[in-house]
C-alpha cells in the first residue's frame, strides 16, 4: 500500500503530467508572460490612433467633397453668367439702337420720333444706290463734296450780293447785286434741302442713323432758318427795316453752315 501512493505521488510530480506552460523553461514564460503586458499596454493606443486616422480621413474627405461642391457652384454660375452676358449682347446687336432723349430742345425729340419712319422712306432709295455699285468714297464724301461746292460758291458769292446791295457806292453796282442776289440764294437754298435729302439716303445706304448727330441738327436749324429769311423778303416793303435784320440774319446763316460743314467732316471721319 505505501508503494503505490509513493508511484502516484511520483507519478503526479512526473514532468509528463505538468501543464504545457509548466512544461516550458522558465525563461521562455517569462519572454511570453512580457510580449503579454506588451500587447495589453498598446492596444488602447492603437485603438485611439485608428481611430484618429479615421476621422482625419473623413475631414479630408468632407472637405474635399466640400470644395468639388463649391467649386462646382462657381463654374456653373460662371458659365450663367457668361450665357446670360451673350445672350444680351446678342438682343443689343439685335435690337434698335437706345436712344436717351434728355434734351430740352423739341428739334432733337421730334427728329428721332420721326427718324424710322423717315429711315422706312429712304430705304428704297438706299437700296436703289447700293444697286448702281458705285465706289464705297463716292457714296461716303459725294454728298460733303457737294454741299461744299454749294456753300462756298453759291453762298458765300450771294452772301457777298446781299452786302453789295447795302454797301455799294455805284447805283449801278447795286442794281446787279440786287437783280443777281435773289436767284442765286434761292437756288442756294433748293441745293441745300437737295443735298439733306441725300445726306439722309448715303447715311441709310452706309447703315448709319440719321438725325442722331450735331451735324444733322445743325442743318435742320439751317433749312428752317433759310426758310424764315427767304419768308422775310415778302415783308421788305410793309416794313424796311427788316432788310437789315435780313443782312445779318443771312451772314449768321452761313457761319452756321460753315459750322455745319465741319460737323459733317467729323461724322465722315468717324466711320
Not at 448702281?132 to 463734296?145: F, V, Y
Request: glycine residues 8%.
Amino acid at each position: 500500500m505505501a508503494s503505490a501512493a509513493l508511484f502516484r505521488s511520483a507519478a503526479l510530480a512526473s514532468p509528463l503530467n505538468a501543464s504545457p506552460l509548466a512544461r516550458t523553461p522558465p525563461s521562455l514564460r517569462r519572454a511570453v508572460r512580457g510580449l503579454a503586458g506588451l500587447s495589453r499596454r498598446n492596444i488602447p493606443r492603437g485603438l485611439a490612433l485608428r481611430a484618429e486616422q479615421q476621422a482625419q480621413e473623413s475631414s479630408n474627405a468632407w472637405q474635399q467633397e466640400a470644395q468639388e461642391s463649391s467649386n462646382a457652384w462657381q463654374q456653373e454660375a460662371q458659365e450663367s453668367s457668361n450665357a446670360w452676358q451673350q445672350e444680351a449682347q446678342e438682343k443689343g446687336n439685335k435690337a434698335p439702337r437706345e436712344r436717351l432723349l434728355m434734351s430740352v430742345a423739341p428739334m432733337p425729340v421730334a427728329a428721332l420720333a420721326a427718324a424710322d419712319a423717315l429711315r422706312e422712306l429712304l430705304q428704297p432709295y438706299g437700296e436703289l444706290v447700293r444697286s448702281w455699285n458705285l465706289p464705297d468714297w463716292l457714296i461716303h464724301w459725294g454728298h460733303p463734296g457737294n454741299m461744299a461746292v454749294v456753300l462756298l460758291a453759291m453762298g458765300g458769292y450771294g452772301s457777298y450780293l446781299g452786302w453789295q446791295i447795302r454797301l455799294a457806292s455805284s447805283p449801278e453796282a447795286k442794281a446787279a447785286a440786287r437783280a443777281g442776289h435773289p436767284p442765286i440764294m434761292a437756288f442756294m437754298f433748293l441745293f441745300f434741302a437737295i443735298g439733306a435729302t441725300g445726306g439722309l439716303t448715303s447715311l441709310v445706304t452706309s447703315g448709319r442713323p440719321i438725325f442722331e448727330s450735331p451735324h444733322a441738327y445743325s442743318g435742320m436749324a439751317g433749312l428752317v432758318l433759310l426758310t424764315i429769311q427767304a419768308a422775310m423778303t415778302s415783308q421788305f416793303k410793309s416794313n424796311p427795316d427788316l432788310r437789315g435784320v435780313h443782312a445779318y440774319l443771312g451772314s449768321a446763316i452761313m457761319l452756321l453752315f460753315v459750322v455745319h460743314g465741319i460737323l459733317g467732316l467729323q461724322l465722315g471721319l468717324s466711320y
